[in-house]
């Protein structure tokens, strides 16, 4: 005990001879110092507000003292002005000399004369910045919402203790096997309930349950299907049937309602389907040994599904359910990744890129109609970043087309694909100027930094995205590892659209604990929490991702405060208009005043 007072009294010492008082903005310093092992305190000015901290050990007695000079966290301003970030050296302007001596002997004069404060005090004060500096903790509390808190924390705390009692934590499970669990969560069930206002990162063709596909679509007349020779299945609608492809290519058509009459075990073999659509499956550690594993399988489902969703009416009606989806799982508008592949008929017609585009546009329009408060869908057209650099320039070139054509429809243009395995950004660089060098405005919403491997030429893809103004970026897995792209992206509130499950499916990370979001949570920087892909991962619309996000990312740190400021952020790093983003936040709101009150009202 005696021994470890006299580390910290030696530790502090040492630190106010260097730096003079520590001010209340001791914490982000101490951060800062913690990742970039520069000693740093922030700026000047700033260091004579709040309270200075002395910490002074005399033998057999530790004693804090607290000069208070303005109280505690005054209003807090914008985030990277009030968190010094890590890795970025703050001026060095501590006294030295007699100055430090004097605040020395100061320091161990102190509490002889000021009345010391409590460890308790001292810790309730840090703990109350460290609540300030979350995400939403700057958010005040109505009286039902602090109630509605106070019923949502006491159910987590339950679920966190039992977790901790028997070592069954869903969010440090991998979702395959925590998805039964989660859906007994009290937590999860008020979470579905939640309005969680919109979905920024989705995928086109992954956001509708598998089994629709399975149920529904293949059981549709004139499905055929054929087996490549790498034994990945391929479906065509056609009538009369489609020409036999090369055998290099794929085997003879079956058309499936034939192929069914035949078989014995209708049920075992429509299960087998949804295998094949979904990445899920009960030893994901075996069946997925590696990223590039996990990667293959994911590739080939957007392979096979491919020629089921591309139909005409498969595709009208693909839109309006998974609207469907995620209007039940309360989230009033998407931004869809979408790569606007072609659309087909029956007859062999193709359809153009506009098409889809228009179609989207119908569907969404019809659905809103007919569903009160849903506010609609924006495009983000994508292409795959296997293609090489000519390709992506012809891709530049429509999406501004589209955009122009669709400024309400069309949000902008994004990169998808496994980053690793991909093109780098900087490979693109010349057909992603080209909008630049035209005048034309096309805003980019990247994938960047979903990846482990640091310090390479796809874990830069972050610079990229922060030098070409990206409105959003997808993922940002890797941006804790960049601390000047953290720095300036948060000051340029450029949100990161964080996906716990697929990050976890995906293998970035196994326990949603050690999400380095959790760190990016903790400071309050701006994010969404989107699902990419929910359908190939078992969930279904936001929930179960926010589940991960509360639960795991947040920790018991996470409450009210946080999911309402998820929310909101959705609504406000959308590229909605102005007009439209007031109309939604307002639509949002009413929701979630009555969410809120039967929170509220629940029996304790
Ligand atoms: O998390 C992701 N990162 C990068 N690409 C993705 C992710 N999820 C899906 N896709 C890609 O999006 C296309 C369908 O729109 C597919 O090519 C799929 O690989």
Request: aromatic content about 12%; overall charge neutral; charged content about 20%.
């Amino acid at each position: 005990m005696v021994s470890s007072c006299g580390r910290i009294f030696f530790q502090h010492v040492v630190t106010i001879v260097h730096w003079g008082l520590l001010s209340s903005d001791a914490t982000p310093a101490l951060l800062n110092s913690a990742y970039s092992h520069t000693p740093s305190v922030s700026d000047g000015p700033r260091r004579q507000r709040g309270v200075q901290i002395l910490l002074v050990s005399l033998p057999g007695l530790t004693l804090l003292g607290f000069v208070v000079s303005d109280p505690v966290s005054g209003p807090v301003r914008f985030p990277s002005e009030q968190f010094p970030l890590p890795g970025i050296p703050m001026p060095v302007d501590g006294p030295s000399g007699w100055p430090a001596l004097l605040s020395l002997l100061l320091a161990v004069a102190m509490p002889f004369f000021c009345s010391a404060i409590s460890i308790d005090e001292a810790w309730n004060q840090l703990l109350m910045r460290e609540k300030m500096m979350q995400l939403g903790g700057q958010l005040v509390l109505t009286e039902q919402e602090e109630l509605a808190n106070e019923r949502l924390m006491a159910l987590k705390k339950a679920e966190v203790t039992q977790a901790m009692r028997t070592q069954k934590f869903p969010p440090s499970m991998h979702f395959f096997r925590a998805k039964t669990l989660i859906e007994k969560s009290e937590v999860f069930n008020i979470l579905k309930k939640m309005p969680k206002g919109a979905a920024l990162h989705v995928h086109d063709f992954s956001i509708l349950s598998m089994n629709w596909l399975v149920k529904n679509v293949t059981y549709r007349p004139h499905c055929h299907f054929c087996v490549t020779p790498s034994g990945y299945l391929k479906f065509k609608f056609a009538y009369p049937a489609p020409p036999t492809p090369k055998p290099a290519e794929c085997s003879e058509w079956v058309l499936l309602e034939k192929y069914r009459k035949e078989l014995q075990n209708v049920t075992e073999f429509d299960n087998r389907l949804l295998q094949t659509f979904t990445l899920m499956t009960e030893n994901p550690e075996v069946a997925y040994a590696n990223q590039d594993a996990v990667w293959s399988k994911f590739n080939s489902i957007f392979f096979t599904i491919s020629g089921l969703v591309h139909y005409a009416p498969v595709f009208r009606d693909y839109v309006f359910q998974a609207l469907e989806e995620f209007y039940q799982d309360n989230v009033l508008y998407l931004e869809l990744r979408a790569m606007l592949f072609p659309v087909y008929e029956l007859n062999g017609t193709v359809h153009s890129q506009e098409w889809s585009v228009k179609t989207y546009r119908e569907v969404a329009c019809m659905f809103a109609e007919k569903h009160p408060g849903f506010i609609g869908i924006k495009i983000i057209y994508s292409d795959h970043r296997v293609k090489n650099v000519s390709f992506i320039m012809k891709s530049i070139q429509t999406a501004m087309t589209l955009r122009t054509m669709f400024p309400r429809m069309v949000a902008g243009f994004d990169l998808v694909g496994h980053e690793d395995t991909g093109h780098s950004l900087y490979d693109y660089r010349e057909a992603l100027m080209i909008p630049t060098l035209h005048g034309v405005k096309l805003p980019y919403f990247f994938h960047a930094g979903e990846t482990d491997w640091q310090g390479t030429s796809i874990d830069r893809n972050l610079l990229v995205a922060l030098i070409l103004n990206s409105t959003r970026i997808g993922h940002g897995f890797a941006l804790t590892k960049h601390p000047a792209v953290w720095a300036d992206s948060w000051k340029k509130d450029i949100p990161i659209e964080v996906c716990p499950i697929s990050n976890q499916v995906l293998k970035l990370v196994s326990d949603l604990r050690n999400h380095p979001a959790a760190v990016l949570m903790a400071t309050g920087y701006p994010m969404v929490i989107s699902s990419d892909d929910p359908a190939v991962f078992g969930a279904k619309g936001l929930s179960y991702d926010f589940y991960e996000a509360f639960m795991g990312i947040g920790g018991m740190a996470a409450d009210l405060r946080t999911l309402k400021q998820l929310a909101m952020n959705s609504i406000r790093f959308s590229t909605l208009m102005d007009i439209d983003k007031k109309a939604a936040m307002k639509t949002w709101e009413e929701r979630w005043n009555k969410f809120v009150a039967d929170l509220a009202g629940r029996p304790k």
